[in-house]
């Protein structure tokens, strides 16, 4: 039997207009065989939120390259948090200090995934995560 | 330019060499790879001679300066005068920025280019919700008068030209700077700049805006014909390719799709009735320039050639002036690697080297610490240097188009030609620009390119050096980088909260009430009530807010 795809929502939030490596990343999740829904730009927490709820996703990854990941991750977690997502999986990718990673990680991101990550090597994340998360 | 005879000797040649030191040579040791192809996919072949170029006339390249201007704009180029070394800078409030400028006019830049925050770039307030974690962060936080003055406090505006990089907001920016310039008493015929104000490039690449796309289009017309009329020197537009490129554009799609873009902005102030040889001449454009460097060489020659044959041939300019592109250009950015990061400094200063061969006009280089964060002051003048090293030091800039005449070159800059008319003419099959947005085909050509880009990258088809070659163990030479200072945010919202309580709240709120209604009747020009209403301390939070209420937002439609 064919386990179900693993669904993934693709975030972009708050004002940052840079989406070459999200659509990227979705385009190499949905060719890995992966359910994906792209956001699109500019979203606010509350919608990102909202969005993976409805869609029910096992992975949200959330890409930032504007530098504003401290406020806007935080918010993300808090409001997943509240709607009780505990088992929703958090990537975060982008352009992100190597000194911040600790602290997303902290707020309970499951990997950050950085500039230059191969497309290979994030497929293998968002597998090894989601079969290494208990059961659903 | 070679007389038959001649060609056909040299075919035989070129034959003959094929049949035998070529077959022997590859006969012992093999290519390296089987076939070789430009940064855009182009075939390249193995050596180029005269028959590659055999049917080009040499008024085709012809002389700087004279038109199709392939060789450059203007007859001397940097014998004259050297480009505009222009980098970019801003960050925290106006009075930070300003420290930034004064040590890079220190340093020897000659222009200046501000880059704004995501807050002032998008129409909201320091203040605002949407603004929280962003306000001076990615570039100066601008919200009113202010805070224009205080970032060009002490810069004397008549003597160094001044570049914005804004957008959906730009109409206001320059407003300000009107407003500026005339609480100075400059005189506005003597001021030299560049608004970037290139909304349709928003829509498919940089992905900053906020009204739907035609009465945005509106805006950058009323800003045309407004400096066309008051501000003489004064380019009301960048017209870009830059960031159509890092969004993963190919250089031909670059140079296409801005090219289609210019077209959309002279056919909308041409239907305002104005004739095209009155605004032509001061619309300026902005290229990467890219890692393969002799196909960078070839496509600024290339957009130089097919924007003169567009404004005389589909135009019908007769000035000059409307014919010559000039353009600004960027090192790119999506090149620079977090990997082994002075290895960027050598990227930058070969692409740059494109640039200068290719006959740019204005230039920013950018900081080793790119993949990091925004520049720090070491980085940017490291930068700075190397552009002064290419200037001064290697008299690349003594001959006007030194490629020239070069078969590759040659031959690549007519391809590069043809395939931007091949999409020109699709996107006028498409039905024009506008509906090609509206229809997301530009946004899914880009789409395509970056993924057969990071495709690339991933197989090592596309080397990157310390990222998928010559690998090292990460972090040990990390750049020591800009960090914004945590106080920024509040003391900008302070400010803008104490311009807004010290103003005269009725002169604002009828100023606002005047740019409603005419914004309503598309026939205004909104340039004028713009200009009042930031005289009058309104925000650049206020100004938006009250045009979406007209006009509404853009939704996009997201395709990956």
């Known amino acids: ?136 | 330019m070679f007389d038959p005879e001649a060609i056909e000797r040299i075919e035989a040649d070129v034959r003959a060499w094929e049949a035998r030191e070529l077959r022997e040579f590859l006969a012992r040791q093999p290519e390296r790879r089987s076939a070789y192809r430009t940064g855009s996919g182009l075939p390249v072949a193995r050596v180029y001679t005269p028959a590659d170029v055999a049917g080009t006339r040499f008024d085709d390249i012809g002389l700087p300066g004279r038109y199709p201007y392939t060789r450059g704009p203007y007859p001397t180029m940097y014998r004259g005068r050297l480009w505009t070394m222009r980098q970019i800078a801003g960050y925290g409030t106006g009075s930070d920025t300003n420290q930034r400028f004064r040590y890079l006019i220190g340093q020897g830049q000659t222009g200046l280019s501000v880059d704004f925050d995501l807050p002032t770039l998008m129409g909201y307030d320091s203040d605002d919700p949407r603004a929280l974690g962003e306000v001076g962060r990615e570039g100066v936080a601008v919200d009113t008068l202010d805070d224009v003055e205080a970032l060009f406090d002490d810069i004397d505006l008549e003597r160094i030209s001044v570049s914005m990089t804004i957008n959906p907001t730009a109409w206001i920016l320059l407003a300000m700077y009107v407003a500026l310039a005339e609480a100075r008493g400059y005189d506005l015929d003597r001021l030299s700049g560049t608004c970037q104000t290139d909304i349709l490039k928003e829509y498919v690449a940089q992905k900053e805006w906020m009204f739907p796309i035609r009465p945005s289009l509106r805006l950058v017309r009323d800003m045309i014909v407004f400096c066309a009329r008051r501000m003489a020197r004064y380019n009301p537009i960048n017209i870009s390719g830059y960031h159509i490129s890092e969004a993963g554009a190919t250089s031909v799609q670059e140079v296409a799709f801005t090219m289609a873009n210019a077209i959309a902005y002279v056919e909308e102030v041409r239907r305002a009735g104005v004739a095209v040889d009155d605004f032509m001449p001061r619309l300026a454009f902005y290229f990467v320039a890219q890692q393969d460097f002799f196909e960078e060489v070839a496509k600024f020659r290339a957009a130089r050639r097919v924007w003169a044959k567009l404004a005389r041939e589909r135009f019908g300019a007769a000035r000059p002036e409307s014919m010559r592109l000039r353009f600004h250009c960027q090192t790119a950015a999506m090149t620079l690697t977090k990997a082994q990061p002075l290895n960027n400094i050598v990227r930058t200063a070969l692409q740059a080297l494109s640039a200068v061969l290719g006959g740019a006009q204005s230039l920013h280089t950018n900081g080793l610490d790119e993949a990091y964060a925004i520049p720090s002051e070491l980085a940017m003048k490291v930068a700075l240097r190397t552009q002064q090293i290419i200037a001064d030091e290697t008299r690349v800039t003594d001959v006007v188009d030194p490629l020239g005449g070069s078969y590759y070159v040659e031959s690549l800059t007519n391809r590069i030609e043809a395939e931007v008319f091949a999409i020109l003419g699709k996107v006028d099959a498409l039905g024009g620009t506008v509906k090609a947005i509206e229809d997301g085909w530009f946004q899914r050509e880009i789409a395509d390119s970056a993924y057969a880009h990071a495709r690339r990258k991933a197989s090592g088809e596309q080397p990157v050096v310390g990222v998928n070659t010559f690998v090292e163990p990460a972090g040990a030479d990390a750049p020591e980088i800009h960090r914004v200072a945590p106080e920024t945010e509040a003391r900008q919202v302070a400010r803008v909260r104490e311009a807004r309580a010290r103003r005269d709240g009725a002169t604002v709120a009828a100023l606002l009430d005047r740019l409603a209604r005419e914004a309503a009747d598309p026939g205004v020009n909104l340039m004028p009530v713009t200009i009042e209403l930031v005289k009058a301390r309104a925000t650049l939070g206020e100004i938006a807010a009250r045009l979406r209420r007209v006009w509404g937002t853009y939704v996009e439609t997201p395709v990956f």
């Open chain 1, 1 to 136: 039997m064919t386990p179900d795809p693993i669904r993934v929502l693709v975030a972009k939030v708050g004002l940052d207009g840079h989406d070459r490596g999200a659509k990227v990343v979705a385009r190499c999740l949905r060719d890995a065989g992966m359910d994906v829904v792209y956001t699109g730009l500019h979203r606010t927490p509350e919608e990102v939120v909202a969005a993976a709820i409805q869609e029910d996703v096992d992975v949200l990854g959330v890409s930032l390259l504007s530098g504003a990941h401290l406020t806007l991750i935080p918010k993300i977690v808090e409001l997943m948090r509240e709607a009780g997502a505990g088992d929703m999986l958090l990537i975060v990718g982008g352009v992100i200090p190597d000194e911040d990673v600790p602290a997303l990680r902290a707020l309970g991101a499951a990997d950050v995934l950085l500039q230059d990550s191969p497309p290979e090597t994030i497929v293998h994340r968002v597998r090894e995560l989601v079969a290494a998360r208990q059961p659903r």
